[in-house]
């Protein structure tokens, strides 16, 4: 026997194991070889080989990645080289499809080129067969430019193998035939559907079912959790190993799936597909479409007992007023009437049956709301231009997902580069029922002392004066010309935004992107290619944005990200927080807050040659008790109050 072999005859597994990884992270290791300028970053390798005991184990695992970690790879390393089937769920679709073209091959290529993998996305993702069928012979009175969308969709499912929509490159991502040729939750028949057994869906999930490694989104898995009992929630007891990339975001993702909902735009899109139905297939049942047209009328007087603009508001005081109350009754009445005539007709076609079992079950939902005895959720309402959304959402998810973990014998893995507040996770495992969970905290490998600037400037208005706008509109113009454009200005409202930005644009000649005026991604390329340009954003650009070197160098934040308390549901969890004992502010605000606010100052250093300046314009993160909570969240940045430094710093980057 060689001292080679010596020497690993007498390593443990554990060991045998942890040298996999090092060896893949290593200097002179496959990763080196194909990216360049690698380098060892210790806290990969150290994040790598926790992940990697964690599947050996079938342990739970909290983990923060400070930016920079390079978790991906931390966690596709053994993911690939285990012999277990994983699921990687991430916190969004760009996301995921990042993760499976981009960084998945590459392990893959290096490790284990036959490990099978598969990509799997939510339903609307997929052609439809049996709704572009429903559609066909309905499309008079739609406008002409859904028409040429139906048609192109309609020619191109003749030869399409997979039926993914992204395939179909000539429509648009927010086309408006979609929903007339992909399916829901709410109208999807299941296994009693004509077309189960060449659905393009149940054929991506079959295909998920065999791999090896399946990258899913959030909404995804949960509602996988959630459908079950309808024969498709087959892939998540599967699993031998779940990692959650982005998982700051999993407890209110979660929340939806674990509660109920009822939509009107899905009861009216049944309906519609009702009255299609039935005059293709029961030509003499009139009254299926009579009752179904007197249930629309009353969806629509639904919605017109609340204003028209978009609003939030506790459903419970809703239901307080008599006229909501009576258009509620009148519309379960209606419902109950065409029910009964359904009946009548039960067996005589397979998709009505189907498709009245579904607006059954959606009646039932709509009498939960009329229940106000619920206990430990909160019910809720919003509102769009045309639609009303009732929700029914559990304070806490802890009981409902714990037992979903100890119903299967797997791994578990969360991670993000923001889940500890002040270094520790008791909120995260408090909301998530993961108290027994290992935690483990990597800081990120930047040099942030050198690398970075925080400034609270001096001689800020409270965040609630009425001066306040004009003080971030000079600070941003003081910011956006030393840094001569190259900057992300960020708000937490979008009357904030539109207000500052509006006033901005009549002082400067600098390029100025405003969100919301185009897609998201149209406006990220627009400030990429201009240089001098500055990007006005909300939340959608706080987290998931990844612009390195020159293109960014300030971010500015209008004010610590305090989520408003009259939203009914974050109420609703403070209210009884309050009634447990706890302390509202510190137990959910204080730690909300935090978790945002480190999304928004993770847009500044994405790379080891990155400079740049974070500017916080909210003083109380110098005269408040709880700012040394934030500011210990936050890297660890030099700090100034004064703008001429962070403008001398700008301008040496120039």
Not at 384 to 409: C, G
Not at 474 to 484: E, G, V
Not at 543 to 554: A, I, M, N, S
Not at 582 to 602: E, H, M, R, T
Request: charged share 25%.
């Amino acid at each position: 026997m060689t001292p080679e072999q010596s020497s690993s005859a007498k390593r443990s597994p554990q060991q045998q194991l942890s040298n996999k990884v090092s060896d893949f992270f290593a200097q002179d290791g496959p990763l080196a070889g194909v990216l360049r300028d690698y380098q060892v970053r210790q806290q990969q390798l150290d994040l790598s080989v926790a992940i990697e005991q964690a599947l050996a184990s079938k342990t739970a695992l909290i983990a923060e990645a400070g930016t920079g970690t390079g978790k991906t790879f931390a966690y596709l390393v053994p993911a690939i080289q285990s012999q277990q089937k994983v699921i990687i769920s991430t916190g969004t679709k760009n996301l995921q499809e990042q993760l499976f073209k981009r960084d998945l091959p590459l392990v893959k290529e290096l490790i284990n080129k036959q490990k099978d993998t598969a990509l799997l996305k939510g339903r609307s993702n997929y052609l439809c067969l049996h709704r572009i069928k429903l559609n066909e012979l309905s499309t008079r009175g739609i406008e002409q430019e859904t028409l040429l969308e139906y048609k192109m969709v309609q020619k191109w499912s003749v030869g399409t193998q997979t039926g993914d929509m992204s395939d179909l490159k000539g429509l648009k991502e927010d086309a408006r035939v979609l929903p007339m040729v992909t399916s829901t939750i709410d109208n999807c028949l299941g296994k009693d559907c004509s077309y189960y057994d060449d659905c393009f869906l149940v054929k991506a999930r079959q295909k998920a079912m065999q791999a090896d490694v399946v990258i899913v989104n959030h909404h995804l898995f949960f509602a996988d959790l959630a459908l079950k009992e309808q024969g498709f929630g087959e892939l998540i007891p599967a699993a031998d190993c779940i990692i959650f990339d982005e998982a700051h975001l999993v407890p209110d993702i979660a929340s939806e799936y674990f509660g109920e909902n009822f939509s009107t735009r899905q009861l009216n899109d049944q309906l519609k597909d009702l009255i299609k139905l039935q005059k293709v297939s029961v030509k003499d049942a009139n009254q299926l479409s009579e009752f179904a047209e007197k249930c629309q009328y009353a969806v629509s007087d639904l919605r017109m007992q609340f204003p028209s603009d978009s609003e939030r508001g506790n459903w419970l005081g809703a239901m307080k007023r008599v006229p909501v109350v009576e258009q509620i009754t009148q519309l379960l009445n209606y419902l109950g009437n065409l029910l009964e005539v359904g009946k009548i007709h039960g067996g005589r076609d397979k998709d009505l049956d189907a498709l009245l079992e579904k607006i059954s079950t959606n009646t039932e939902r709509l009498r939960l709301f009329t229940i106000s005895t619920h206990k430990d959720v909160s019910l809720w309402f919003e509102t769009t231009k045309y639609h009303l959304m009732l929700h029914l959402t559990p304070l806490s998810i802890a009981k409902q997902f714990s037992k979903v973990m100890n119903e299967r014998e797997a791994s578990w893995v969360f991670t993000s580069a923001t889940l500890a507040i002040n270094g520790e996770f008791t909120h995260f495992q408090k909301l998530m029922g993961l108290q027994d969970a290992d935690s483990l905290c990597f800081d990120s490998p930047f040099d942030y002392q050198k690398q970075a600037i925080l400034c609270v400037p001096r001689y800020l208005p409270e965040p609630s004066s009425k001066n306040i706008k004009q003080a971030l509109v000079d600070t941003a113009i003081t910011l956006i010309q030393a840094a001569k454009g190259r900057c992300f200005i960020l708000f937490t409202s979008h009357y904030m935004m539109r207000e500052v930005s509006s006033l901005v644009k009549e002082r400067i000649d600098n390029p100025i992107y405003v969100q919301g005026e185009r897609s998201k991604s149209a406006i990220l390329e627009d400030y990429l290619a201009n240089p001098e340009s500055a990007l006005f954003a909300t939340g959608a650009f706080w987290e998931g944005v990844d612009v390195k070197g020159d293109d960014l160098l300030c971010v500015m934040i209008d004010k610590l990200p305090f989520a408003s308390p009259d939203d009914p549901l974050l109420k609703a969890r403070l209210d009884d927080c309050q009634k447990q004992g706890g302390s509202p502010f510190f137990d959910i605000q204080i730690p909300q807050a935090v978790i945002a606010l480190k999304q928004g100052a993770g847009r500044l250093i994405r790379d080891f040659q990155d400079r740049g300046v974070l500017v916080i314009c909210d003083n109380r993160l110098v005269t408040k008790p709880y700012a040394s909570t934030f500011l210990a969240s936050l890297p660890d940045m030099r700090k100034t109050r004064d703008l001429k430094t962070v403008q001398a710093f700008l301008s040496s980057i120039s």
